[in-house]
């Protein structure tokens, strides 16, 4: 891999320059975050020129650009990845000398940009990394929120939310690019374009008008030249909005009012996972994202090309779940009413160049936008949504005669008390392909949620099952099983071609090969127990099983089904203190939203769980729970290398797909899941002799549903009542019987995702994990097996899904 001015020497010098010039400083005075951004800047510095070669390349092809539209990117620490995307990291160690900083200490300033929820946000993340891996031309867009996702720490056992004030000793990695801002508008009216007959061209007049600023990251591809581009806005006022003659009169707050509400745009990340917030600012904000983007993608296309027949040629446009959609009516305006396009034509163009990807299955995070709302906000866009249901509608009718409720059924426009415009309905109307993100959930998308547009357009359905990137998620996080890995492959190839890791099948008869794999998954182990017991005092012991439950608190994901487990063992153990158990460290890690009031008492149940299994002198030599505070990518990086048991035990039929399940195989993790997502899809390939299934499948639970009566099973198995009712005794709450009642209400109540109905099988089938890890080779195979197996999941492969049923892009080499 070339680096520019390839030496150590040459790095060393650029540091000192940079810490001279560009802090102002020298190593004697430095500070700790001038080291850290003055490593970060001079590691940056080195993907620049691969970055204008990577521009200049796609100036002269012209190529077809993909261009990713995503509210929400969790990218995860920086300065690791560039060093080793620039061939730099061998210089970490001594180049920290040099600058007279610990290497941990450097670390702790590499803050990781906390720009999404979960899921979603990481695979966009990852797409990125694959996209640039593969010379395909991309640009990312999204927000450069000043707040990302809330920093999550506990009282007394509670969730408590903090700011997450990423930027505070500045962002090194961004480039700042202000001549390329853009001007959005908001509310105001429409009127009449006079000239036009057809009255589907009109002006809008906005009543408010806001600055974007534009500011990139670097996106390198990991063994290529390519290098591109995350494009993140941020909102600034216009330069009038400051009122001098105010201020001047000392009315300071109203001075700077306009400013405010301007800026609040880009404020602060949504912290809501899979549930609508249906919040104007919102809605500003996911307006204010496409606008400036969809202005900049037409900039872009216009340094090359002239006239719009080209365009869906030159721009395909993926939209990241629901949260931009808004993008397809903005198009529509900007060539209907500004660029003066035929309505045809530029309903042609704009189906053309729109894809939509849908995250969800449930039904409350499927975004809609009340009528009355979008009619003061964006006056014009509703007009153009009505004008495209009009359309759509007319055409439906003809495919269906007489058939009202069908109408209804695939409206833009939900009829009700309260109108509301379902965002669904208008990204599949308005795009090319729909795709789902696992094969389970592209069966019941098309299926249920969007079974009316699948029988109408079959052909715009696609599945592309969600990956992740290795190069992240195994060479950065477990530089050891890596090492492991390369050693027996016999290079790093698999980084980039990660089937070739079925090779690693024919190790498992290796004893030599397997007690090694069985060390790094020790070491990693001895690793997390000191950032465990740093971070929450708690001490671990490396040789018990580390089992792990990482993602967003959500109730259809079950993390209680996990605790009545973990309230089962303390209970065995209690009464039968010289039971025979395998010793487990039980690992949580996830934030709640913080309306989300179920998940956070959720929360703090399973603190106060941990708290009673470590204050029992008993119990606490052979169970130990963790809940992680904070948990983010960095964490996950922790995390994920020293997992035996990754726990995907959603109910069936709710995970679209997840990616967690994906990372913890890849890392030898052994999975205990429901047929959900794409558990399904690892265990199939894993083998289920490697996989601990259990549970009701889609089918049975749908089934269940509607008869269900969870007394009956708390009634019928006394562990489980046990299990319940020891939460409802207050023994996790100092004898506070009122504190935790809500869960078990929900629980004896309704319960929602039919935790009690797999409780029994679960709880058997963690006995038959127990079982396997008794037996250490066995376990040791089970875990390289799924390693070995997992290559399907590399989200290299997932971007080349993309690229062949949806975008229909080649690659662009970037010479070196
Ligand atoms: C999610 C799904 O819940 C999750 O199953 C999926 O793996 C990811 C990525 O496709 O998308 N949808 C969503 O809104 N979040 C997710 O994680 N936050």
């Known amino acids: 891999m070339r680096t520019v001015g390839g030496t150590l020497e040459d790095f060393e010098r650029d540091l000192i320059s940079n810490l001279y010039y560009q802090r102002g400083t020298t190593v004697e005075s430095a500070s700790g975050p001038d080291a850290y951004h003055t490593l970060a800047v001079t590691v940056r510095d080195r993907l620049v020129d691969r970055y204008a070669r990577t521009a200049a390349a796609h100036y002269a092809a012209n190529p077809r650009f993909v261009y990713y539209l995503s509210a929400e990117y969790l990218l995860g620490r920086q300065l690791r990845q560039n060093l080793l995307y620039t061939g730099t990291e061998p210089w970490l160690r001594p180049v920290a000398e040099d600058l007279g900083a610990p290497l941990e200490e450097l670390e702790a300033y590499d803050v990781e940009p906390g720009l999404g929820n979960g899921g979603l946000g990481r695979l966009a993340a990852c797409l990125l990394d694959s996209m640039a891996t593969l010379d395909i031309p991309a640009v990312g867009y999204g927000i450069r929120y000043e707040f990302g996702i809330f920093k999550q720490a506990f009282r007394d056992g509670a969730q408590v939310e903090r700011p997450d004030d990423w930027t505070f000793y500045g962002n090194p990695w961004e480039f700042p690019a202000p001549d390329d801002r853009q001007v959005v508008g908001f509310y105001g009216t429409t009127a009449r374009s006079l000239d036009d007959p057809t009255g589907l061209r009109r002006q809008w007049t906005p009543g408010e008008t806001v600055r974007g600023e534009p500011s990139h990251m670097l996106v390198p591809g990991f063994g290529t030249q390519t290098v591109n581009m995350i494009r993140l806005w941020r909102a600034r006022a216009s330069r009038e909005s400051f009122d001098l003659s105010r201020f001047s009169a000392g009315q300071y707050k109203e001075a700077v009012e306009d400013i405010v509400r301007a800026e609040n745009i880009s404020k602060v990340l949504y912290p809501d996972d899979s549930t609508e917030q249906g919040r104007e ?142 965002m669904a309905h208008l990204a599949v109307v308005g795009s090319t392909a729909v795709n789902g993100v696992a094969e389970l959930h592209t069966r019941l998308l098309t299926a249920t949620t969007l079974r009316d547009f699948a029988e109408l357009w079959p052909y715009k359905f696609h599945n592309v099952t969600n990956g ?178 990754s726990e995907q035990i959603s109910l069936a039929g709710k995970e679209a797909s997840g990616t967690g399940n994906m990372k913890l195989a890849l890392n030898g993790a052994v999975t205990i899941g429901t047929l959900d997502g794409a558990n399904i899809e690892i265990r199939d390939r894993v083998g289920a002799e490697n996989f601990f299934l259990f549970g009701l499948d889609t089918a049975e639970a749908a089934d269940l549903r509607h008869h269900y009566r969870p007394r009956a099973f708390y009634e019928q198995d006394p562990e489980l009542r046990a299990a319940v009712d020891a939460i409802a005794s207050g023994v996790f709450a100092k004898g506070d019987r009122a504190l935790f009642a809500p869960v078990v209400d929900a629980m004896l109540g309704r319960d929602e995702y039919l935790a009690l109905a797999d409780y029994r099988s679960y709880v058997d089938c963690q006995e038959a994990v127990d079982e396997a890890w008794r037996d250490q080779d066995r376990w040791t195979r089970m875990s390289v097996l799924n390693s070995a197996r997992s290559g399907f999941f590399s989200s290299d492969r997932t971007a080349r899904d993309y690229c062949d049923l949806i975008w229909r892009v080649e690659p662009v080499p970037v010479p070196s």
């Open 468 to 645: 992740v990137t290795p190069r992240r998620f195994i060479r950065l996080a477990n530089p050891r099983l890596s090492a492991l890995i390369t050693d027996r492959l016999g290079d790093e190839g698999w980084l980039t071609d990660l089937e070739r890791l079925e090779r690693l099948g024919d190790a498992v008869d290796d004893p030599e090969f397997l007690a090694r794999w069985r060390e790094a998954k020790r070491q990693n182990k001895v690793d997390l127990a000191r950032h465990v017991e740093r971070s929450t005092g708690v001490v671990i012991d490396p040789e018990a099983m580390c089992d792990v439950m990482i993602k967003r608190f959500h109730e259809y994901k079950r993390q209680h089904l996990k605790l009545l487990h973990v309230i089962t063992l303390f209970n065995r153990i209690r009464e039968n203190p010289d039971l025979d158990v395998v010793p487990r460290t039980v690992l949580f890690g996830g934030k709640a939203a913080p309306g989300y009031h179920a998940m956070k008492l959720l929360i703090h149940l399973v603190n106060a769980v941990a708290e009673a299994v470590d204050t029992d002198p008993v119990v606490s030599r052979r169970l130990k729970v963790v809940l992680v505070p904070d948990y983010n990518v960095t964490k996950a990086q922790f995390i994920i290398p020293a997992a035996d048991l």
């Open 281 to 422: 600012l919102r809605l500003k904000q996911q307006y204010f994202l496409v606008a400036c983007s969809l202005r900049d993608i037409i900039r872009r296309y216009r340094l090359r090309n002239t006239g719009w027949d080209a365009f869906p040629a030159k721009v395909v446009v993926q939209l990241n779940d629901t949260h931009p959609v808004m993008a397809i009516t903005e198009l529509m305006r900007l060539l209907v009413d500004v660029y003066r396009v035929d309505w045809d034509l530029a309903w042609s163009i704009t189906r053309r160049t729109f894809n939509y990807t849908c995250h969800t299955l449930l039904p409350e995070a499927l975004e809609t936008w009340p009528v009355a709302l979008l009619e003061r906000l964006l006056p014009r866009h509703l007009e153009i949504i009505y004008s495209i249901n009009h359309f759509f509608l007319q055409e439906v009718a003809a495919t269906y005669p007489g058939d009202v409720d069908k109408l209804r059924r695939l409206s833009i426009i939900e009829e009700g008390p309260e109108r509301r415009v379902r």
